[in-house]
Nanobody, 125 residues
Framework: QVQLVESGGGLVQAGGSLRLSCAASGLTFSSYAMGWFRQTPGKEREFMAGIATNGASTDYVDSVKGRFTISRDNAKNTLYLQMNALKPEDTAVYYC??????????????????WGQGTQVTVSS
């Protein structure tokens, strides 16, 4: 079955960096647009970044543009999120997701078919 397993979360001070990874199995990874979302208690899951199947196109929510970079390695079936200049408001559970709705970047959560279990990112001030 399809599995998406996130790793790389943790506790970091404001201004620091983390790199999240999402290892995919059970699907043809290169055929799926991928995305990162985050969620805090009491709020809906929020789109952070998305990447097209071939990695040529990306999109970001305004609050992370210039700080976060999404990338993928189709040979390794792995998605990444490099997070720099972290802020306390970036504290959340981060989820990776896979979408089979065509080739381009997907930004809505209902466009994604598969989700990981999430990894906690905590940024201290």
């Amino acid at each position: 079955q399809v599995q998406l397993v996130e790793s790389g979360g943790g506790l970091v001070q404001a201004g620091g960096s983390l790199r999240l990874s999402c290892a995919a199995s059970g699907l043809t990874f290169s055929s799926y647009a991928m995305g990162w979302f985050r969620q805090t208690p009491g709020k809906e899951r929020e789109f952070m970044a998305g990447i097209a199947t071939n990695g040529a196109s990306t999109d970001y929510v305004d609050s992370v543009k210039g700080r976060f970079t999404i990338s993928r390695d189709n040979a390794k079936n792995t998605l990444y999120l490099q997070m720099n200049a972290l802020k306390p408001e970036d504290t959340a559970v981060y989820y990776c997701a896979a979408s089979y709705l065509g080739l381009r970047v997907r930004i809505r959560s209902n466009e994604y078919s598969y989700w990981g279990q999430g990894t906690q990112v905590t940024v201290s001030s």
